[in-house]
């Protein structure tokens, strides 16, 4: 943390932020049945990526506010609406921009505002609202036939990647139980053996960390899984929740094969997410790899996400 995060840190903390961590996720499980649909917003992301941003909550008016401290310095605010309310939006912002302002910092950034909600957020009354968009964090979202549909000359790609394991009889799928998925463990450490470790966690913190605190997490009445198998032994792992009858979405994926990737994606949604209406598999960080990956995957849409910047001129 910078020392303006730091001392700002302290002061949240007296006033009744607590740290996330693998005990929040009740709490932030019961904040899951709402109206998102974003990656980032699941009770899942929430709490075994908060190590990295050193994640503080509090929930106030009802509403879920928990505070990321970037390592660019920023503090940001994630807001989740609960199912009833006790105070407007408007009263929400007021609160937290005055939390803020106590905390010495220059403005109130709340982070992943969906761009179907961005009006209600630029309608607040008595701030200049800066409203911020990357590529590079907008969400990937497929209906399940673009997934599997692999005719055609656009298709042309992934139809050569998935005849390399469609037919062979030695390829096969095992479903990820609380008993063996400590095998993702060893996946990780194979793929973590070819990756730069300094340049893979400065995206968004080490994913291997993440995976710890969800396999302890693990439940099978909420979340699914797989392995990929070649001649029984596990080359490759994906691990998703069916959140409703609408969205599905994938928390975490690795293959150690070249193109399984492709396989493991088709294999998953052929069996288990056909009926679904979206498969949400994240961002893509502005990695150039996987940025191809996901566009090559299928036709999809991009669900954009803004931050939403707000300061007083008198100020």
Not at 75 to 92: F, N
Not at 162 to 191: G, M, Q, R, Y
Not at 229 to 251: G, H
Request: hydrophobic residues 40%.
């Amino acid at each position: 943390m910078t020392e303006q995060q730091h001392k700002a840190y302290e002061y949240f903390r007296n006033q009744g932020f607590l740290p996330v961590n693998k005990e929040s996720y009740p709490v932030f499980k019961s904040y899951d049945g709402k109206d998102s649909r974003l990656f980032e917003t699941t009770a899942m992301i929430s709490t075994v990526w908060a190590f990295a941003y050193q994640t503080i909550y509090k929930i106030i008016y009802g509403y879920l506010c928990s505070l990321w401290f970037n390592k660019d310095g920023s503090i940001y605010c994630i807001v989740q609406e609960p199912d009833a309310t006790v105070a407007s939006l408007q009263e929400l912002v007021d609160t937290l921009y005055e939390l803020y302002h106590a905390a010495d910092l220059p403005a109130l950034q709340l982070w992943t505002i969906e761009e179907r909600f961005l009006k209600a957020y630029q309608n607040i009354q008595g701030y200049a609202i800066k409203a911020d968009y990357s590529d590079d964090w907008s969400e990937y979202a497929y209906r399940p036939q673009h997934i599997l549909e692999i005719p055609g000359k656009i298709n042309a790609n992934k139809r050569n990647c998935l005849n390399k394991f469609i037919a062979a009889p030695n390829v096969s799928v095992l479903p990820i139980t609380k008993e063996n998925i400590h095998i993702c463990f060893e996946l990780e450490d194979v793929w973590c053996s070819k990756q730069d470790c300094q340049l893979c966690a400065s995206f968004s913190g080490c994913e291997k960390k993440a995976l710890e605190d969800m396999v302890d997490m693990f439940d099978d009445r909420i979340c699914n899984g797989i392995f990929g198998c070649v001649d029984n032994i596990p080359v490759a792992y994906a691990i998703w929740e069916k959140r409703n009858e609408k969205i599905a979405i994938l928390y975490f994926a690795k293959a150690n094969l070249t193109d399984f990737n492709v396989y493991l994606y088709y294999i998953l949604v052929k069996l288990y997410l056909s009926e679904v209406e979206y498969i949400n598999i994240g961002h893509d960080m502005g990695k150039a790899g996987l940025r191809m990956f996901k566009k090559r995957l299928g036709s999809h849409e991009r669900w954009k996400k803004y931050l939403c910047t707000f300061t007083k001129s008198s100020e």
